[in-house]
């Protein structure tokens, strides 16, 4: 380990930005908070504008770790206490500094903190709240601030963290508990869960609290109010929190949810009185992050415990990092093996199935079924398995199935409603409407009729169709692909 003792503020800066480029859950404002008097800064309702450099760092906000020594040996993490890498340390008056000197530059809209333990999860969390409470009481700062939440730390300095930052988010790190206890042996889904369903209960109580009805629930929330769906439930979800939490021989102590949550008689806020309480506890909700090919979870499984998430825990995001071997450890993936960037996109994709468009983890795919094909978008993957749903008439679908149409998305398929109310709509309507007519073509009539009279509902047709231009496309589904590459007179020959 190489201690930076005498680094300057700059030195520790570049080491620090550069340790925090592998957390990804970096996510937009959410709340709407306007400039006032005597304070620095506003947060807006449509979020921190974004922009990422090539090394996953987020060039908007500063985006640092308060340190990167650790007591920990997570075996995918680059800062574990083992590896002998430059180590420097803030302290609570530099991170505001930076932060007030880097926004009057206009360089930054906000910060985002991390850490690595230092001493214990208590001392880490206390030395972010010092500097959380000093950014917004000394330094009167008022723009967006995301802060993580410190597994392990006390809950009295978790809530404390929640009255300063505008979103916290606990990293779940990997997607089942075996898999932790396996590649971060001094965590457990207790000490993560357990932070967790404290800012859930508390951005709840001053949700109410403030009378916000029902303001600052999640996408995945508000989706299922409208399909008309309970919350938690469903025999997936049950699978979901079963892999979350474990099962027995996966851990010595498997903690059960009930364990996690809080008595309903108790509170998670108690310290009202001397907060600044307009601004609400953790007012954009929470955040959490998974490692995707660390271990050998399945696509099936992540999505189980992606909707068991946002079921239980009324998540805003679930964010998903492609695992990078800067280790070189041999219980992980070997050191030359490419990130599974295209898996990562896949799971994002289907991530907004989920949270927008009424999906469910076991519709996607199944145990027998447990990965998604990467050359195809999920929507796509599952419209192919589900041919007998298509075509859909646009002019009479429901705004539920126009959502499971490949090429519709969520505001043209309102505008589509919207649009059909004067007339009906034919394809040159659809394509101003937004609609992707590319995807959507073989899946779509407009009276009754599809857009041309070759088109066929067959999954090797379209299949071959909409992925024409992968030259990789075999590795997608093995050796089971049957479709092959159009010829100049195949339109022809299948319309004969």
């Not at 075996?75 to 340390?89: G, Q």
């Not at 089942?176 to 207790?190: F, V």
């Amino acid at each position: 380990m190489v201690l930076q003792e005498k680094a300057g503020i700059k030195e520790k800066l570049a080491i620090l930005a550069d340790a925090a480029k592998y957390d990804v859950a970096c996510t937009s404002s959410g709340v709407s908070r306007k400039g006032e008097k005597g304070m620095l800064g506003s947060c807006e309702a449509a979020g921190v504008c974004h922009s990422f450099s090539a090394d996953g760092r987020c060039i908007s906000l500063l985006k640092i770790l308060y340190t990167n020594e650790c007591i920990y040996n997570c075996k995918y993490c680059i800062n574990r206490c083992t590896n002998d890498v430059p180590r420097a340390t803030f302290t609570p008056e530099e991170v505001c500094s930076l932060t007030m000197e880097f926004y009057r530059r206009n360089y930054i809209e906000g910060l985002f903190l991390s850490s690595g333990i230092v001493e214990s999860p208590d001392y880490t969390m206390e030395r972010i709240c010092k500097t959380l409470h000093d950014l917004r009481t000394i330094h009167r700062f008022n723009g967006y601030i995301h802060c993580k939440a410190i597994p392990g730390a006390s809950p009295e300095l978790i809530e404390e963290a929640g009255w300063y930052a505008d979103r916290m988010s606990v990293n779940l790190e990997l997607p089942t508990a075996k898999g932790l206890q396996e590649l971060a042996p001094n965590k457990s889904r207790s000490t993560i869960l357990t932070p967790m369903r404290q800012i859930q209960n508390g951005v709840e109580e001053s949700r109410l609290a403030l009378g916000m009805k029902g303001g600052n629930q999640s996408a995945y929330w508000y989706t299922q109010k409208r399909i008309g769906r309970a919350l938690p439930g469903s025999q997936n979800g049950q699978i979901g929190s079963r892999l979350l939490h474990g099962t027995s021989g996966q851990e010595k102590e498997v903690t059960k949810e009930a364990d996690i949550i809080q008595p309903s008689k108790a509170t998670a806020l108690t310290k009202w009185e001397n907060r600044d309480i307009s601004r609400g506890f953790v007012p954009s909700g929470q955040s959490t992050q998974m490692i995707i090919g660390a271990s050998g979870e399945s696509d099936y499984e992540i999505m189980a415990v992606t909707e068991a998430l946002y079921r239980k825990f009324d998540l805003k995001r679930v964010f998903y990092s492609a695992f990078v071997n800067v280790n070189q450890d041999v219980t992980l993936p070997a050191w030359n093996t490419q990130p599974p960037l295209r898996r990562e996109h896949r799971l994002y994709q289907a991530d907004f199935l989920l949270r927008y468009y009424g999906f469910q983890a076991n519709e996607l795919l199944s145990e027998k079924r447990p990965f998604f094909n990467t050359y195809l978008d999920p929507k796509c993957d599952w419209a192919l398995g589900h041919l007998e749903e298509f075509p859909v008439e646009i002019n009479s679908a429901s705004f539920d199935t126009l959502l499971r149409v490949p090429g519709i998305g969520v505001k043209s398929a309102r505008r589509i409603i919207k649009a059909r109310k004067t007339g009906n709509l034919d394809f040159e309507a659809l394509k101003a409407i937004g609609v992707v007519m590319k995807r959507a073509v073989y899946f779509i009539t407009c009276q009754g009729k599809m857009m041309y009279s070759f088109l066929k509902i067959d999954e090797d047709y379209i299949t071959r169709n909409l992925i024409d231009k992968e030259p990789d496309v075999m590795k997608g589904y093995g050796e089971k692909v049957t479709y092959r590459q159009l010829s100049f007179f195949s339109d022809s020959e299948m319309s004969g």
